[in-house]
Nanobody, 119 residues
Framework: QVQLVESGGGLVQAGGSLRLSCAASGRSFSSYSMGWFRQAPGKEREFVAGIAWRGGSTKYADSVKGRFTVSRDNAKNTVYLEMNNLKPEDTAVYYC????????????WGQGTQVTVSS
């Protein structure tokens, strides 16, 4: 089992940047593929970015490609989401999630961190 805590959200102007962090506690962080998701008011939760447990391959939603970068530091049990050129439509609560060996689905979730982008 793993516990996840996000941080780094806040209010930023359009065109600005933020870096979200997700700290994991528990065992075997390196065995989890990690994902970032977001949920805007009145909308369903959507996938933003993910990074594999082995090899570090990454995936991104089309809406954030070229602007967001996901990375991980297994020594620090932390996954990051670097967000650049933020747009008002990026406003949402951002969640990180963990998927054991990339095969069980995202079964562990953090509490979320709010990102607000003003125009």
């Amino acid at each position: 089992q793993v516990q996840l805590v996000e941080s780094g959200g806040g209010l930023v102007q359009a065109g600005g940047s933020l870096r979200l962090s997700c700290a994991a506690s528990g065992r075997s962080f390196s065995s989890y593929s990690m994902g970032w998701f977001r949920q805007a008011p009145g909308k369903e939760r959507e996938f933003v970015a993910g990074i594999a447990w082995r090899g570090g391959s990454t995936k991104y939603a089309d809406s954030v490609k070229g602007r967001f970068t996901v990375s991980r530091d297994n020594a620090k049990n932390t996954v990051y989401l670097e967000m650049n050129n933020l747009k008002p439509e990026d406003t949402a609560v951002y969640y990180c999630a963990a998927n054991w060996l990339g095969i069980r689905g995202y079964e562990y979730w953090g509490q979320g961190t709010q990102v607000t982008v003003s125009s």
